[in-house]
């Protein structure tokens, strides 16, 4: 079978770039592992992972928060059963989506284990041990990410789980020991920490989702101890044991002192992922890993030059959307266009509630380059619309360059941060100056406003309503 382009993988980088392609005119084919298309995202992360914040959000509204707006019901009960059956719902639409996307755009689905035996010849062995050979005059491989383990404690899928088990618990945890404290272990510990589940976090670092400006890892850690969240930040974890029926866990604390005991009934480990490129055969196309990832030029090219990676296993943020924006890259250029991505202005948002959301430069990386910038912020507390809807926690902090007024940074902590953060990338990709977003009108009464306040706070301390 003879194509222009063969992608590797099925997530949202390799979807993308194999729709792209096809509009392009390229003949294509897509080639996955799995029984159903979407790759890590759509099947075992990011959706399915929403859908459970979701439903344990409604949850703790109506046992928490619908008598203050006067809607009177009788004590509500979690029925985890029935919100991973609705998970499984909302994945299903969206793995069905993807295959009718390939089918509208006329792409070549080959279901299997796709493996190099040259550098244009793909190996694709389904379940059954068959294998069909794809001939490709492109290769893109899109073949993303798995969890990674403690080198100490491998997932053992019962009590030492990783984020993919902890979406398909038969009961909710009486404790759920989480460790890493980054935007998986966040957003799942506190949709057990909502549902009634003891959390807690154990995070090597000093500070919560640590790659996050810190204001917003200390305005995370204020509001998720509403919930009842425990957080052992600074502590190095030594040992995790099944223990059966409970896990074990002991950690040290980095600056010295006693170790501390947990014992819970799950340990989800969510330090971090890996870059998988198990079985590609990578050495048979003349490839070879450098730390683990694919590397690549500034193109998305490999040494191999009809050869490109894109998504988690190149260097870079493992995001869906970053994957998705390589995907289209890499098939414009392919055609002939001259796209291009700022990976400074690639958003990371944490889906816990409030939300999180961040672009561009962190505080700390402006002084540690040495920048004079300066900084405004502003309270979702100030705002009419927050309160409102009862959503007062957290604040908007725009940061500027000192001389020139231009927006270096976005970082937000409230409700609809995720969605408030296209402000800032807009912003920022077009230069703005701080001033300029102050000047614009916000609708009111909207949670936008506070990103018009926190600008006019970086402007000569301007603020209105602080």
Known sequence: MQYNVVVIGSGPGGYVAAIRCAQLGMKTAIVEKYDTLGGTCLN????????MLDSSEHFINAKEHFKTHGIEISEPKANLTQMIKRKAEVVKSNV???AFLMKKNKIDVHKGVGSFV???????????????NLNAEKVIIATGSKPTALPFAPFDKKRIISSTEALELKEIPKHLIVVGGGVIGMELGSVYAR?????SVVEFLDSLIPTMDGTLGKELQKVTKKLGMEFFLGH???????????????AEPKSGGAPVTLTGDYCLVS??????????GLEFAGIALEKGRIPVNDHLQTIVPNIYAIGDVVRGAMLAHKAEEEGMMVAEQLAGQKPHINYLLIPGVVYTWPEVASVGYTEEQLKSEGRAYKSGQFPYKALGRARASMDTDGLVKVLADKNTDEILG???????????????VTAMEFRAAAEDVARMSHAHPTYMEAVKEACLAATANRSIHM
């Open 44 to 51: 075992v992360g990011c959706i399915p992972s929403k859908a």
């Open 96 to 98: 069905d989506g993807i």
């Open 118 to 132: 040259d550098k244009n010849t793909i190996k694709v062995t389904g379940k059954d041990g068959k294998s069909t």
């Open 195 to 199: 549902l009634g589940s003891k959390v």
């Open 236 to 250: 190095r974890v030594t040992a995790v044991e099944n223990k059966g029926k409970e896990v074990v866990l002991v």
């Open 271 to 280: 330090v971090g992922r890996r870059p998988y490129t198990d079985g590609l």
């Open 410 to 424: 976005v970082h937000i902590i409230g409700a609809r941060a995720a969605d408030m953060i296209a402000a800032g």
